[in-house]
Protein backbone atom coordinates (compact mmCIF):
# COMPACT_ATOMS: atom_id res chain seq x y z
CA UNK A 1 0.00 0.00 0.00
CA UNK A 2 2.97 2.50 0.97
CA UNK A 3 4.25 1.43 -2.45
CA UNK A 4 1.28 2.60 -4.29
CA UNK A 5 0.80 5.71 -2.18
CA UNK A 6 4.61 7.04 -3.29
CA UNK A 7 3.30 6.58 -6.99
CA UNK A 8 -0.21 8.37 -6.40
CA UNK A 9 2.11 11.23 -4.63
CA UNK A 10 4.83 11.54 -7.31
CA UNK A 11 2.51 11.40 -10.23
CA UNK A 12 0.75 14.31 -8.93
CA UNK A 13 4.36 16.12 -8.29
CA UNK A 14 5.12 15.49 -11.70
CA UNK A 15 2.06 16.46 -13.71
CA UNK A 16 1.43 20.48 -14.25
CA UNK A 17 -1.76 21.46 -12.66
CA UNK A 18 -4.88 22.13 -15.14
CA UNK A 19 -6.23 25.54 -16.02
CA UNK A 20 -9.71 24.69 -14.97
CA UNK A 21 -12.85 26.90 -15.12
CA UNK A 22 -13.49 29.25 -11.76
CA UNK A 23 -15.77 29.15 -9.52
CA UNK A 24 -17.41 32.23 -7.73
CA UNK A 25 -16.11 30.36 -4.14
CA UNK A 26 -13.48 31.69 -2.56
CA UNK A 27 -12.30 29.12 0.31
CA UNK A 28 -9.50 30.97 3.22
CA UNK A 29 -6.02 30.08 2.68
CA UNK A 30 -3.76 30.50 5.93
CA UNK A 31 -6.35 31.08 8.08
CA UNK A 32 -5.34 27.87 11.11
CA UNK A 33 -8.53 26.63 10.61
CA UNK A 34 -9.13 23.16 8.99
CA UNK A 35 -10.87 23.91 5.54
CA UNK A 36 -14.18 21.60 4.49
CA UNK A 37 -15.32 21.62 1.78
CA UNK A 38 -18.64 19.46 1.41
CA UNK A 39 -21.11 19.29 -1.79
CA UNK A 40 -22.99 16.35 -3.69
CA UNK A 41 -20.91 13.97 -5.64
CA UNK A 42 -19.60 15.27 -9.15
CA UNK A 43 -20.13 19.17 -8.23
CA UNK A 44 -17.01 20.47 -8.44
CA UNK A 45 -14.99 19.83 -5.29
CA UNK A 46 -12.35 18.08 -6.99
CA UNK A 47 -11.72 20.51 -9.71
CA UNK A 48 -11.95 23.40 -6.98
CA UNK A 49 -9.41 21.69 -5.13
CA UNK A 50 -6.75 21.85 -8.16
CA UNK A 51 -8.05 25.92 -8.70
CA UNK A 52 -6.36 25.80 -4.91
CA UNK A 53 -3.67 24.20 -5.57
CA UNK A 54 -2.71 26.19 -8.98
CA UNK A 55 -3.19 29.23 -6.73
CA UNK A 56 -0.68 28.18 -4.25
CA UNK A 57 1.60 27.31 -6.58
CA UNK A 58 1.62 30.80 -8.38
CA UNK A 59 2.42 32.07 -5.20
CA UNK A 60 5.28 30.77 -4.71
CA UNK A 61 4.71 27.24 -2.92
CA UNK A 62 6.09 24.44 -4.41
CA UNK A 63 4.23 21.41 -5.99
CA UNK A 64 6.37 19.20 -3.80
CA UNK A 65 4.87 21.14 -0.93
CA UNK A 66 1.40 19.91 -1.68
CA UNK A 67 0.25 16.68 -0.10
CA UNK A 68 -3.23 15.33 -2.14
CA UNK A 69 -4.86 12.04 -2.05
CA UNK A 70 -8.06 11.28 -3.55
CA UNK A 71 -9.41 8.80 -1.38
CA UNK A 72 -12.18 7.27 -3.75
CA UNK A 73 -8.78 6.15 -6.33
CA UNK A 74 -9.45 2.51 -6.93
CA UNK A 75 -5.73 1.79 -6.56
CA UNK A 76 -6.43 2.64 -2.64
CA UNK A 77 -7.94 -0.52 -0.86
CA UNK A 78 -8.06 2.00 2.28
CA UNK A 79 -8.72 0.85 5.64
CA UNK A 80 -8.26 3.31 9.02
CA UNK A 81 -5.26 1.72 9.73
CA UNK A 82 -3.77 2.70 6.65
CA UNK A 83 -4.21 6.37 7.15
CA UNK A 84 -0.61 6.75 8.71
CA UNK A 85 1.11 5.40 5.35
CA UNK A 86 0.28 8.55 3.73
CA UNK A 87 2.42 10.10 5.99
CA UNK A 88 5.19 7.55 5.66
CA UNK A 89 5.31 7.76 2.00
CA UNK A 90 4.69 11.32 1.93
CA UNK A 91 8.16 11.69 4.24
CA UNK A 92 9.61 9.13 2.48
CA UNK A 93 9.61 10.89 -0.70
CA UNK A 94 10.55 14.26 1.02
CA UNK A 95 12.29 13.93 3.72
CA UNK A 96 13.68 17.24 4.02
CA UNK A 97 10.60 19.02 4.00
CA UNK A 98 9.45 20.74 6.63
CA UNK A 99 5.60 19.31 7.89
CA UNK A 100 4.51 22.73 9.15
CA UNK A 101 5.02 24.53 5.38
CA UNK A 102 3.02 21.63 4.00
CA UNK A 103 -0.44 21.62 2.18
CA UNK A 104 -2.80 18.57 2.97
CA UNK A 105 -5.38 18.43 0.63
CA UNK A 106 -8.15 14.96 0.98
CA UNK A 107 -10.66 14.38 -1.31
CA UNK A 108 -13.50 12.41 -0.49
CA UNK A 109 -12.48 11.65 2.59
CA UNK A 110 -15.65 10.38 4.87
CA UNK A 111 -15.29 7.03 3.07
CA UNK A 112 -12.50 5.62 5.25
CA UNK A 113 -13.81 4.88 8.58
CA UNK A 114 -11.90 7.47 12.00
CA UNK A 115 -11.10 9.68 9.29
CA UNK A 116 -11.84 12.46 12.13
CA UNK A 117 -9.34 10.79 14.23
CA UNK A 118 -6.54 11.07 11.72
CA UNK A 119 -7.14 14.76 10.04
CA UNK A 120 -7.50 15.70 14.17
CA UNK A 121 -4.10 14.28 14.46
CA UNK A 122 -2.52 15.95 11.29
CA UNK A 123 -3.50 19.44 12.49
CA UNK A 124 -2.22 19.04 16.10
CA UNK A 125 1.30 17.62 15.09
CA UNK A 126 1.61 18.18 11.58
CA UNK A 127 0.35 21.03 9.72
CA UNK A 128 -2.23 23.41 9.82
CA UNK A 129 -3.28 23.81 6.13
CA UNK A 130 -5.48 21.33 5.36
CA UNK A 131 -8.13 20.72 3.15
CA UNK A 132 -10.86 18.31 3.07
CA UNK A 133 -13.62 17.60 0.82
CA UNK A 134 -16.89 15.24 1.66
CA UNK A 135 -19.96 14.25 -0.45
CA UNK A 136 -21.80 13.57 2.95
CA UNK A 137 -22.85 16.48 4.25
CA UNK A 138 -23.89 14.85 7.50
CA UNK A 139 -20.90 13.22 8.54
CA UNK A 140 -18.28 15.27 7.15
CA UNK A 141 -19.80 18.14 9.26
CA UNK A 142 -20.96 16.73 12.22
CA UNK A 143 -17.97 14.29 12.59
CA UNK A 144 -15.22 16.51 11.68
CA UNK A 145 -17.43 18.81 14.52
CA UNK A 146 -16.92 16.74 17.36
CA UNK A 147 -12.92 16.23 16.25
CA UNK A 148 -11.85 19.19 15.80
CA UNK A 149 -14.11 21.83 18.61
CA UNK A 150 -14.00 24.70 16.87
CA UNK A 151 -10.80 24.51 14.58
CA UNK A 152 -12.42 23.90 11.84
CA UNK A 153 -14.61 26.18 8.59
CA UNK A 154 -17.31 24.53 6.29
CA UNK A 155 -18.50 25.59 3.04
CA UNK A 156 -20.57 24.30 0.48
CA UNK A 157 -20.54 23.54 -3.36
CA UNK A 158 -23.69 23.28 -5.48
CA UNK A 159 -23.56 22.65 -8.90
CA UNK A 160 -22.83 25.92 -11.01
CA UNK A 161 -24.83 28.95 -10.25
CA UNK A 162 -25.98 30.77 -13.63
CA UNK A 163 -23.16 32.89 -13.52
CA UNK A 164 -20.68 30.08 -13.81
CA UNK A 165 -22.80 28.53 -16.29
CA UNK A 166 -22.16 31.25 -19.00
CA UNK A 167 -18.19 31.06 -18.09
CA UNK A 168 -18.31 27.75 -18.79
CA UNK A 169 -20.11 28.03 -22.03
CA UNK A 170 -17.65 31.16 -22.59
CA UNK A 171 -19.91 33.90 -22.85
CA UNK A 172 -19.19 37.47 -21.46
CA UNK A 173 -22.20 38.34 -19.52
CA UNK A 174 -20.62 42.06 -19.12
CA UNK A 175 -21.28 42.73 -22.49
CA UNK A 176 -24.66 44.59 -22.85
CA UNK A 177 -25.00 44.23 -26.22
CA UNK A 178 -28.25 42.87 -27.97
CA UNK A 179 -26.87 39.77 -29.47
CA UNK A 180 -25.61 38.99 -26.20
CA UNK A 181 -28.22 39.25 -23.94
CA UNK A 182 -30.67 37.42 -26.18
CA UNK A 183 -28.18 34.46 -26.15
CA UNK A 184 -27.81 34.90 -22.53
CA UNK A 185 -31.51 34.57 -22.20
CA UNK A 186 -32.12 31.60 -24.47
CA UNK A 187 -29.18 29.99 -22.20
CA UNK A 188 -30.96 30.64 -19.10
CA UNK A 189 -34.08 28.43 -20.47
CA UNK A 190 -31.74 25.83 -21.06
CA UNK A 191 -29.89 26.11 -17.76
CA UNK A 192 -33.64 25.89 -15.97
CA UNK A 193 -33.93 22.09 -18.07
CA UNK A 194 -30.41 21.40 -18.27
CA UNK A 195 -28.85 22.22 -14.85
CA UNK A 196 -25.94 23.13 -13.74
CA UNK A 197 -23.51 20.06 -13.18
CA UNK A 198 -20.00 21.10 -14.52
CA UNK A 199 -19.61 18.39 -16.54
CA UNK A 200 -22.72 18.03 -17.86
CA UNK A 201 -22.97 21.79 -19.18
CA UNK A 202 -19.62 20.80 -21.00
CA UNK A 203 -21.40 18.27 -23.28
CA UNK A 204 -23.94 17.44 -26.17
CA UNK A 205 -27.40 17.59 -25.33
CA UNK A 206 -27.75 14.10 -26.49
CA UNK A 207 -25.47 12.74 -23.57
CA UNK A 208 -26.70 14.80 -20.54
CA UNK A 209 -29.37 12.67 -19.51
CA UNK A 210 -27.71 9.25 -19.12
CA UNK A 211 -25.02 10.60 -17.73
CA UNK A 212 -27.18 12.08 -15.03
CA UNK A 213 -28.77 9.26 -14.54
CA UNK A 214 -25.38 7.10 -14.06
CA UNK A 215 -24.83 10.59 -11.45
CA UNK A 216 -27.89 9.06 -10.19
CA UNK A 217 -26.74 5.69 -10.18
CA UNK A 218 -23.64 6.61 -8.28
CA UNK A 219 -25.18 8.27 -5.61
CA UNK A 220 -27.59 5.53 -5.07
CA UNK A 221 -25.85 2.81 -4.67
CA UNK A 222 -21.61 4.64 -3.33
CA UNK A 223 -23.17 7.20 -1.21
CA UNK A 224 -26.36 5.64 0.37
CA UNK A 225 -26.41 1.71 -0.32
CA UNK A 226 -22.66 1.03 0.61
CA UNK A 227 -21.83 3.69 3.35
CA UNK A 228 -25.03 3.09 5.31
CA UNK A 229 -25.13 -0.94 4.14
CA UNK A 230 -28.53 -0.31 2.93
CA UNK A 231 -30.94 -3.04 1.42
CA UNK A 232 -33.83 -3.50 -0.40
CA UNK A 233 -32.47 -1.13 -3.51
CA UNK A 234 -36.02 -1.22 -5.24
CA UNK A 235 -37.48 0.13 -2.12
CA UNK A 236 -34.78 2.49 -1.97
CA UNK A 237 -34.49 4.02 -5.88
CA UNK A 238 -38.43 4.11 -5.51
CA UNK A 239 -38.11 6.12 -2.50
CA UNK A 240 -35.95 8.48 -4.19
CA UNK A 241 -37.37 9.04 -7.47
CA UNK A 242 -40.71 9.59 -5.23
CA UNK A 243 -38.52 12.56 -3.33
CA UNK A 244 -37.80 13.94 -6.66
CA UNK A 245 -41.76 13.79 -7.71
CA UNK A 246 -42.31 16.12 -4.86
CA UNK A 247 -40.15 18.83 -5.45
CA UNK A 248 -41.54 21.84 -4.10
CA UNK A 249 -44.04 20.12 -2.61
CA UNK A 250 -44.58 17.76 1.21
CA UNK A 251 -42.60 14.99 1.50
CA UNK A 252 -45.26 12.36 3.61
CA UNK A 253 -43.01 9.17 4.30
CA UNK A 254 -46.57 7.76 5.62
CA UNK A 255 -47.74 8.25 2.10
CA UNK A 256 -44.99 6.63 0.40
CA UNK A 257 -45.03 3.72 3.29
CA UNK A 258 -48.73 2.72 2.50
CA UNK A 259 -47.78 3.11 -1.42
CA UNK A 260 -45.36 0.47 -1.19
CA UNK A 261 -46.94 -2.07 1.02
CA UNK A 262 -50.28 -1.56 -1.33
CA UNK A 263 -47.67 -2.90 -3.84
CA UNK A 264 -46.83 -6.10 -1.47
CA UNK A 265 -43.36 -4.65 -0.31
CA UNK A 266 -42.74 -5.71 3.24
CA UNK A 267 -40.80 -3.08 4.94
CA UNK A 268 -40.13 -1.45 8.29
CA UNK A 269 -41.46 2.13 8.49
CA UNK A 270 -38.51 2.72 10.12
CA UNK A 271 -36.56 1.81 6.83
CA UNK A 272 -37.70 5.21 5.42
CA UNK A 273 -37.10 7.41 7.67
CA UNK A 274 -33.56 6.00 7.96
CA UNK A 275 -33.30 6.48 3.59
CA UNK A 276 -34.69 9.77 4.02
CA UNK A 277 -31.75 10.83 6.15
CA UNK A 278 -29.36 9.47 4.16
CA UNK A 279 -31.13 11.39 1.35
CA UNK A 280 -30.43 14.33 3.14
CA UNK A 281 -26.78 13.49 3.53
CA UNK A 282 -25.90 12.97 0.13
CA UNK A 283 -27.64 15.93 -1.40
CA UNK A 284 -30.39 14.11 -2.73
CA UNK A 285 -33.59 15.73 -0.75
CA UNK A 286 -32.87 19.01 0.43
CA UNK A 287 -35.82 19.88 3.28
CA UNK A 288 -37.46 23.15 3.94
CA UNK A 289 -39.02 23.86 7.16
CA UNK A 290 -42.42 25.96 7.57
CA UNK A 291 -42.11 29.36 8.62
CA UNK A 292 -42.94 30.72 12.36
CA UNK A 293 -41.02 33.12 14.33
CA UNK A 294 -40.80 29.91 17.28
CA UNK A 295 -37.68 28.23 16.33
CA UNK A 296 -38.93 25.28 17.96
CA UNK A 297 -41.74 25.10 15.65
CA UNK A 298 -39.58 25.35 12.74
CA UNK A 299 -37.23 22.86 13.10
CA UNK A 300 -40.25 20.25 14.27
CA UNK A 301 -42.62 21.64 11.40
CA UNK A 302 -43.39 19.71 8.20
CA UNK A 303 -40.97 19.64 5.36
CA UNK A 304 -41.17 20.69 1.73
CA UNK A 305 -38.41 19.15 -0.46
CA UNK A 306 -36.73 20.40 -3.20
CA UNK A 307 -33.78 18.82 -5.22
CA UNK A 308 -30.46 18.99 -5.89
CA UNK A 309 -30.45 19.65 -9.68
CA UNK A 310 -32.88 20.21 -12.50
CA UNK A 311 -31.11 18.16 -14.51
CA UNK A 312 -30.61 15.43 -12.53
CA UNK A 313 -34.37 16.06 -11.49
CA UNK A 314 -35.43 15.55 -14.77
CA UNK A 315 -33.10 12.87 -15.91
CA UNK A 316 -34.86 10.40 -13.51
CA UNK A 317 -38.40 11.65 -13.38
CA UNK A 318 -40.45 12.63 -16.53
CA UNK A 319 -43.07 14.68 -14.44
CA UNK A 320 -41.29 17.98 -14.04
CA UNK A 321 -39.99 17.94 -18.34
CA UNK A 322 -42.53 20.68 -19.16
CA UNK A 323 -43.23 21.74 -15.63
CA UNK A 324 -41.64 24.93 -16.04
CA UNK A 325 -42.81 26.80 -12.64
CA UNK A 326 -42.18 23.61 -10.31
CA UNK A 327 -38.42 23.83 -12.19
CA UNK A 328 -37.68 27.70 -11.54
CA UNK A 329 -38.78 27.46 -7.89
CA UNK A 330 -36.43 24.61 -7.72
CA UNK A 331 -33.63 26.98 -9.17
CA UNK A 332 -34.80 29.78 -6.72
CA UNK A 333 -34.36 27.50 -3.30
CA UNK A 334 -31.19 26.35 -4.73
CA UNK A 335 -29.52 30.35 -5.43
CA UNK A 336 -31.07 31.42 -2.28
CA UNK A 337 -28.72 28.41 -0.30
CA UNK A 338 -26.24 29.42 -2.68
CA UNK A 339 -26.58 33.00 -0.99
CA UNK A 340 -26.55 31.31 2.75
CA UNK A 341 -30.20 32.93 3.36
CA UNK A 342 -32.37 31.02 5.54
CA UNK A 343 -35.13 29.55 3.57
CA UNK A 344 -38.44 28.56 4.56
CA UNK A 345 -42.42 28.17 3.47
CA UNK A 346 -45.34 29.92 4.39
CA UNK A 347 -48.80 27.80 4.88
CA UNK A 348 -51.33 29.18 6.86
CA UNK A 349 -54.63 28.84 4.89
CA UNK A 350 -53.27 29.78 1.67
CA UNK A 351 -49.24 29.06 0.88
CA UNK A 352 -46.71 31.37 -0.43
CA UNK A 353 -43.17 29.75 -1.68
CA UNK A 354 -40.73 31.16 0.31
CA UNK A 355 -40.08 32.90 3.46
CA UNK A 356 -36.28 34.55 3.78
CA UNK A 357 -35.76 35.15 7.58
CA UNK A 358 -33.01 36.08 9.69
CA UNK A 359 -33.26 36.06 13.29
CA UNK A 360 -33.70 39.87 14.53
CA UNK A 361 -34.33 40.61 10.88
CA UNK A 362 -38.20 40.96 9.76
CA UNK A 363 -39.44 37.83 7.39
CA UNK A 364 -39.57 38.50 3.47
CA UNK A 365 -42.41 36.04 1.41
CA UNK A 366 -41.04 35.68 -1.85
CA UNK A 367 -43.57 33.46 -4.28
CA UNK A 368 -41.94 32.43 -7.95
CA UNK A 369 -44.21 32.13 -10.72
CA UNK A 370 -42.82 31.51 -14.31
CA UNK A 371 -45.59 32.99 -16.08
CA UNK A 372 -47.62 36.01 -15.11
CA UNK A 373 -49.17 37.04 -18.47
CA UNK A 374 -52.41 35.21 -17.93
CA UNK A 375 -54.82 37.28 -15.41
CA UNK A 376 -55.99 34.37 -13.45
CA UNK A 377 -52.28 33.49 -12.74
CA UNK A 378 -51.24 36.80 -11.75
CA UNK A 379 -54.05 37.38 -9.36
CA UNK A 380 -53.67 33.99 -7.66
CA UNK A 381 -50.27 34.81 -7.30
CA UNK A 382 -50.51 38.15 -5.85
CA UNK A 383 -53.38 37.28 -3.41
CA UNK A 384 -51.03 34.50 -1.97
CA UNK A 385 -48.37 37.20 -1.51
CA UNK A 386 -50.38 39.79 -0.38
CA UNK A 387 -52.13 37.21 2.19
CA UNK A 388 -48.80 36.06 3.65
CA UNK A 389 -47.92 39.16 4.01
CA UNK A 390 -50.33 40.35 6.16
CA UNK A 391 -50.47 37.69 8.12
CA UNK A 392 -46.61 38.05 9.19
CA UNK A 393 -47.77 41.64 9.50
CA UNK A 394 -45.55 43.39 7.23
CA UNK A 395 -45.66 45.54 4.18
CA UNK A 396 -43.11 44.20 1.71
CA UNK A 397 -42.76 40.89 -0.53
CA UNK A 398 -41.35 39.45 -4.13
CA UNK A 399 -42.32 38.08 -7.03
CA UNK A 400 -39.84 36.14 -9.16
CA UNK A 401 -40.81 35.34 -12.67
CA UNK A 402 -39.49 35.02 -16.37
CA UNK A 403 -40.26 38.94 -16.87
CA UNK A 404 -39.77 41.53 -14.41
CA UNK A 405 -42.18 44.34 -13.91
CA UNK A 406 -42.69 47.56 -12.11
CA UNK A 407 -42.98 47.78 -8.70
CA UNK A 408 -46.81 48.19 -7.40
CA UNK A 409 -49.04 47.98 -4.28
CA UNK A 410 -51.84 45.87 -3.49
CA UNK A 411 -53.56 46.43 -0.04
CA UNK A 412 -50.74 48.62 1.67
CA UNK A 413 -48.14 45.69 0.61
CA UNK A 414 -45.37 47.12 -1.87
CA UNK A 415 -44.71 44.11 -4.13
CA UNK A 416 -41.44 43.62 -6.29
CA UNK A 417 -41.43 41.92 -9.24
CA UNK A 418 -38.06 40.69 -10.59
CA UNK A 419 -36.95 39.06 -13.43
CA UNK A 420 -35.50 35.40 -12.59
CA UNK A 421 -32.86 35.54 -14.85
CA UNK A 422 -31.35 38.42 -13.33
CA UNK A 423 -32.11 37.58 -9.96
CA UNK A 424 -30.18 34.41 -10.59
CA UNK A 425 -27.31 36.53 -12.59
CA UNK A 426 -26.91 38.35 -9.58
CA UNK A 427 -28.63 41.81 -11.31
CA UNK A 428 -30.66 42.46 -8.68
CA UNK A 429 -30.92 41.62 -5.14
CA UNK A 430 -33.60 40.57 -2.60
Known amino acids: MKEILKSIIADFHSTPLATIFLRDLQLPVGSGKVISLIGPRRSGKSFYFLHL ?101 TYEILPLSFPEYLRFKKINNQKRDTATRSKVRKLFRQYLVEGGYPEVALMTSNLQTQVLQEYFDVMTYRDLVERYQFTNLTVIKYFLKRIASTTGSYLSLNKIYNELRSQNYKLDKNFLYEVNEGAKAVYLSLPVSKFDFSELKRVNSDKKTYFIDNGLLNAITFKFSQDFGKMLENLCYLEFRRQNRSVYYFKDGKECDFVLFEEGEKPLPVQVCYDLSDQDTYQREISSLVYCCKKLKINAGVIISMNGQEPRQVDGVKIKVLDAMEFCLGQVKI
Open 53 to 153: MKTLVQSGVKQERILYINFEDERLQFQAAHLDLVLQAYQELYPETRWKDCYFFFDEIQNIEHWEKFARRCYDSITRNIYLTGSNANLLSREIATAMRGRTL
